[in-house]
């Protein structure tokens, strides 16, 4: 199955286009489908999010920019809190489908900033030498570890990272 995708940036740019493409079938939907499609952007989300945090990112801390690393991690946990917001609630609640088409705003921007040619996240990463090759095998397995948990309703909220949630 890994062989499908050349290497770690490849992998994530599919989960990119996969999403993007549910964000356009979630615009034109009826409402009778509009929470299935919110609920298969959210998993998609929560298990690329994932991936990338616990394999993908850290193994270029001190590779490429820590600012291009510690803004990705921001950009994840804005996109979090909606997921959360999007997973427990439904199309007939108050700015459901305004935190759909504002969590759409942001995967875009974030893409955008991973995907940048020359300056962008994957570019300084390629221009590394970890072995992307090795890190897609890594976050295949990982990523199906994390889809079996989800087909058994056992996937966890999205949780914030760099974000300091303690009440003051």
């Known amino acids: 199955?890994?062989?499908?995708?050349?290497?770690?940036?490849a992998l994530l740019k599919a989960d990119h286009r996969k999403v993007e493409e549910l964000f356009e079938k979630f615009e034109s939907a009826s409402d009778g489908k509009k929470q299935a499609i919110a609920q298969q952007i959210c998993?998609?989300?929560?298990?690329?999010t994932s991936i990338e945090e616990e394999i993908f990112y850290p193994a270029f801390?001190?590779?490429?920019?820590?600012?291009?690393?510690?803004?990705?991690?921001?950009?994840?946990?804005?996109?979090?809190?909606?997921?959360?917001?999007?997973?427990?609630?439904?199309?007939?609640d108050d700015f459901y489908d305004a935190k759909?088409?504002?969590?759409?705003?942001?995967?875009?921007?974030?893409?955008?900033?991973?995907?940048?040619?020359?300056?962008?996240m994957f570019a300084q990463c390629r221009a590394t030498d970890v072995d992307?090759?090795?890190?897609?095998?890594?976050?295949?397995?990982?990523?199906?570890?994390?889809?079996v948990q989800a087909e058994a309703g056992k996937l966890p909220a999205a949780r914030p990272t760099a974000v300091n949630l303690q009440p003051a």
């Open 43 to 48: 998993v998609e989300l929560k298990v690329h």
């Open 100 to 120: 759909v088409k504002v969590l759409s705003a942001e995967i875009k921007h974030h893409v955008h900033e991973e995907e940048m040619p020359s300056e962008g």
């Open 61 to 92: 801390r001190g590779k490429i920019e820590d600012d291009t690393l510690d803004e990705a991690y921001v950009e994840h946990d804005g996109a979090k809190v909606l997921i959360n917001d999007i997973e427990a609630g439904s199309p007939g």
């Open 132 to 147: 992307l090759v090795a890190l897609r095998d890594a976050m295949m397995a990982r990523k199906q570890e994390l889809l």
């Open 1 to 9: 199955m890994a062989q499908e995708f050349t290497d770690a940036i």
